[in-house]
């Protein structure tokens, strides 16, 4: 079975600091695919990136930067210089091919000015 | 990225009417599109797969009377809430990838539906 954990339900952090959000998966698949989406208050959901199994290259976007790590399963995102308009919540997904997205419980961060 | 549009944002609907959610994927052409559910403060679930031309595949759990989706063209699948109960209010959020893309998975901005 596949699963997504999150095992942070919630961060508050001060503006500027940089933050971490965990994101660990269980699949038996050889193939798959990480997501991390963020859901502001508004409720859309934003795709921040993918990344499938065979590619481990670390990759950052601007303030934000993903760590993938297949020997502990962890798909890490971390935030640098975090700002109030990052409040949101983030949630981290995995899809093995069979086109249904899990989804882990979310992280909310709050960033206080 | 491909844009998927969701209407209407917010209803709401009295006890034991019915709601129609569209989704429409609007620059892209989609055999598979996806509903989920969310609860405050709770992670999205998946309710069933919509298949353009055929009968959507239902999550374990999920009441395909009551929740009826159609796909009848490749840009545009609905979902029909039936007899409207107040623990029916939630969030509703479609998705649909783009076949002749990647993986992504792009959704819609939400359905927050609430029955009084």
């Known amino acids: 079975a596949q699963k997504v954990t999150q095992a942070q339900t919630e961060i508050s952090v001060v503006e500027k600091e940089d933050v971490t959000l965990d994101c660990v998966y269980e699949t038996r698949d050889t193939t798959y695919y990480l997501f991390w989406y963020k859901q502001p208050p508004s409720g859309e959901l934003v795709f921040l990136i993918r990344?499938?199994?065979?590619?481990?290259q670390n990759e950052i976007s601007g303030r934000y930067s993903w760590n993938f790590q297949k020997s502990t399963s962890s798909f890490n995102f971390t935030i640098t210089a975090s700002q109030v308009v990052d409040s949101a919540v983030y949630f981290c997904a995995l899809t093995s091919g069979t086109d249904k997205l899990i989804f882990g419980t979310g992280t909310r961060l709050q960033v206080f000015p | 990225g491909a844009v998927v549009s969701q209407h209407p944002s917010w209803v709401i609907c009295k006890s034991g009417t019915s709601v129609k959610i569209e989704c429409r994927s609007l620059?892209?052409?989609?055999?598979?599109m996806f509903w989920y559910r969310q609860f405050p403060k709770q992670s999205l679930m998946l309710m069933a797969t919509s298949n353009e031309g055929s009968k959507a595949t239902y999550e374990q759990g999920v009441e395909k009377d009551k929740f009826l989706i159609n796909h009848a063209s490749l840009t545009l699948s609905t979902l029909t809430v039936t007899s409207a109960h107040p623990e029916d209010s939630s969030f509703y959020i479609c998705s649909a990838r783009d076949p002749g893309g990647a993986t992504e998975a792009f959704f819609g901005q939400g359905t927050r539906l609430t029955v009084v």
């Open positions: 990344r499938n199994s065979f590619d481990e």
């Open positions: 620059d892209f052409q989609a055999t598979t």
